[in-house]
């Protein structure tokens, strides 16, 4: 892996819950990776990507004040890997190339995710669903995402 701070890959957690916020922030740091975060809303994290962008995304599909589909949408057309952590909650198929966790996930698959996205960059996306995600408008699950692919 490499990365920004300090040659470490910078990975952005977004995540609502502080204790796992805080474990997937220990696990992250014993890997060699800084972290940035945790994020508990869609909205923080986005706005940290206008600084120096992470090398890599852990995202909970469930955030305060809304989903993480917005955030994933904003990394994929920033070009930034990321992985999905779900409970119960319907993740689009949109997202199908995604790594996705459970909430109860091995940290060494974790890491493996983190250092396989490392090092392979994503690809930047337009979001024509932009303007909607912007104005905080409702979206069906399937808007957003497919507009991610193309």
Not at 68 to 96: E, H, M, N, T, Y
Not at 119 to 131: E, I, K, Q, S, Y
């Amino acid at each position: 892996m490499v990365g920004g701070r300090q040659g470490r890959p910078v990975v952005l957690v977004a995540e609502p819950q502080a204790l796992p916020g805080m474990w997937l922030e220990d696990v992250l740091a014993d890997a060699g990776c800084a972290v940035s975060g945790p994020y508990g809303t869609s909205d923080e994290a986005t706005e940290s990507l206008d600084g120096t962008p992470p090398d890599f995304a852990v995202v909970s599909v469930d955030l305060n004040r809304g989903p993480g589909f917005p955030l994933a949408c904003a990394l994929r057309r920033r070009g930034i890997p990321f992985a999905l952590i779900s409970g119960d909650a319907q993740v689009p198929k949109a997202f199908a190339d995604v790594p996705l966790f459970d909430r109860l996930f091995d940290a060494r698959d974790m890491v493996s995710a983190v250092t396989a996205g490392c090092a392979v960059p994503g690809c930047p996306h337009t979001c024509p669903m932009l303007g909607r995600i912007a104005a905080g408008e409702p979206f069906a699950l399937d808007q957003c995402p497919t507009a991610c692919r193309t």
